[in-house]
Nanobody, 119 residues
Framework: QVQLVESGGGLVQAGGSLRLSCAAS????????MGWHRQAPGKQRELVAV???????NYADSVKGRFTISRDNAKNTVYLQMSSLKPEDTAVYYC?????????????WGQGTQVTVSS
C-alpha cells in the first residue's frame, strides 16, 4: 500500500505564491512520473504539471511561466511552486504518482488540498 500526503494549500491574494508538497510512503520499489492535477468547482479535473523520473517536465499552458514542479527522489516527494497566482487558479489540487511495487505498477492520488486565490 502507498500513501500520498499533500500539504501547503491555503488562501492567498492574487499575485501571491504558495508551495505545495506531496510525499509518498509505503511499499515503494520505484516511482515513475509524479504530477499535480486540479479541479475547480463545476469543472473537470485537469493536469497542471508532471515530472518524470528522468526529469522531463510538462506544464499546462495556463500555468507556464508561473508554476514550477520539482521532485526530491530521496524523499519520494514532489513540489509545486506556484507564483503570480490568479483567481482562476482556485481549485482543489491533487497529487498523482505512478508507483512500482513488488506486485506491479499502480497509480495513486492524494487526498487533495484546497488552493483559494482571492481577487
Amino acid at each position: 500500500q502507498v500513501q500520498l500526503v499533500e500539504s501547503g494549500g491555503g488562501l492567498v491574494q492574487a499575485g501571491g505564491s504558495l508551495r505545495l508538497s506531496c510525499a509518498a510512503s509505503g511499499s515503494i520499489f520505484r516511482i515513475a512520473a509524479m504530477g499535480w492535477h486540479r479541479q475547480a468547482p463545476g469543472k473537470q479535473r485537469e493536469l497542471v504539471a508532471v515530472i518524470t523520473s528522468g526529469s522531463t517536465i510538462n506544464y499546462a499552458d495556463s500555468v507556464k511561466g508561473r508554476f514550477t514542479i520539482s521532485r526530491d527522489n530521496a524523499k519520494n516527494t514532489v513540489y509545486l511552486q506556484m507564483s503570480s497566482l490568479k483567481p482562476e487558479d482556485t481549485a482543489v489540487y491533487y497529487c498523482n504518482t505512478r508507483v512500482g511495487t513488488t506486485v506491479g505498477w499502480y497509480n495513486y492520488w492524494g487526498q487533495g488540498t484546497q488552493v483559494t486565490v482571492s481577487s
